[in-house]
């Protein structure tokens, strides 16, 4: 069985691919890790030189080098100082094809496809021979990786860094576009609803009790406050479901505490079915929040 599936070379400015390996392998997880290649490669100027994103049985590892980056997919038997030694080799083949001017100057997807042949004929020696092709030694490569080990990184990590790279890190680059959330299902649909009345009613009775509290005592004022809370979590949580944000579950459970809270403290306020419809509703919408995942696009850079 081959042990490195795909390669893929890209330009670290802009993440342009400029030449990849031909491969006619329908493996889901090979299709799902070439679909992150494409989007690792728009954040390359923001990730570290070399690192590695693991997956459930193939491996993402690149190495960025003068202006370039060499990635490439492997199962996850194979060692990384192998993965490494094969885009080393693979970054000694290109630099010695291409200068750094001709990359420069690329200006449309996949320009060297020529190169192909040569990413074949290195992946079919790795696969093969288990040995490095070139001058480069495998202890040589053992030795730099004991020395500086790669980054381990994971998916959320590229998706941060594609957000800050576009200046807004609630955006992350897909082929040039944003990353959007799957669509709104009918139970979405449902809790938005009723997160909207939630919120109606909390501001209602903090606004009506608003009036008493200043026009008799200040005593009420915590159970206003908790009102007015509790109205603005509800509205947090209609947008959270809505759009993507960073830290999403850490966000959700926040809201998700703070109105349980502010219903304890109104307990003598409302009685046990209104507590527990509020509280029903903010864990629904809490647990649609954390299982509306990113939209797939379909973004495969093989050739």
């Not at 750094?100 to 449309?108: G, I, K, N």
């Not at 649909?189 to 009790?209: D, P």
């Not at 004022?221 to 209609?238: E, R």
């Amino acid at each position: 069985m081959s042990l490195i599936l795909f390669a893929f070379v890209v330009r670290v400015r802009d993440g342009l691919p400029l030449s990849a390996s031909t491969d006619f392998l329908h493996n889901k997880e090979l299709q799902e890790r070439k679909q992150q290649l494409k989007v690792i490669s728009k954040s390359l100027s923001l990730l570290p030189e070399r690192a590695i994103i693991k997956g459930h049985e193939l491996n993402i590892y690149f190495l960025s080098s003068e202006g370039v980056s060499y990635m490439t997919v492997c199962a996850c038997s194979l060692p990384a100082a192998m993965a490494f030694c094969f885009l080393e080799d693979l970054c000694w083949e290109f630099t010695a094809c291409f200068d750094s001017s001709t990359v420069a100057l690329a200006s449309r997807p996949y320009p060297f496809l020529e190169f192909d042949s040569t990413i074949q004929k290195l992946q079919h020696h790795y696969n093969q021979n288990q040995r490095p092709s070139l001058e480069i030694t495998l202890v040589e490569v053992q030795d730099e990786l004991s020395t500086s080990p790669p980054q381990v990184l994971t998916m959320e990590d590229v998706t941060l860094a594609n957000g800050v790279a576009n200046g807004h890190v609630e955006q992350t680059a897909t082929s040039g576009q944003n990353q959007r959330l799957e669509p709104v299902s009918p139970p979405g649909i449902l809790s938005l609803v009723l997160n909207i009345m939630c919120a109606a009613l909390n501001l209602i009775r903090g606004v009506h009790l608003i009036e008493y509290t200043f026009q008799d005592d200040y005593d009420s004022l915590w159970n206003v406050v908790a009102f007015l809370v509790a109205f603005v979590c509800c509205v947090c949580q209609c947008h959270l479901y809505l759009f993507y944000t960073c830290q999403k579950k850490l966000k959700a459970i926040t809201l998700l505490f703070l109105i349980i809270l502010c219903n304890a403290f109104l307990f003598d306020l409302r009685n046990v079915w209104q507590l527990l419809f509020h509280m029903s509703v903010a864990c629904i919408s809490t647990l649609l929040t954390l299982n509306r995942k990113l939209l797939d696009r379909n973004m495969d850079c093989g050739v």
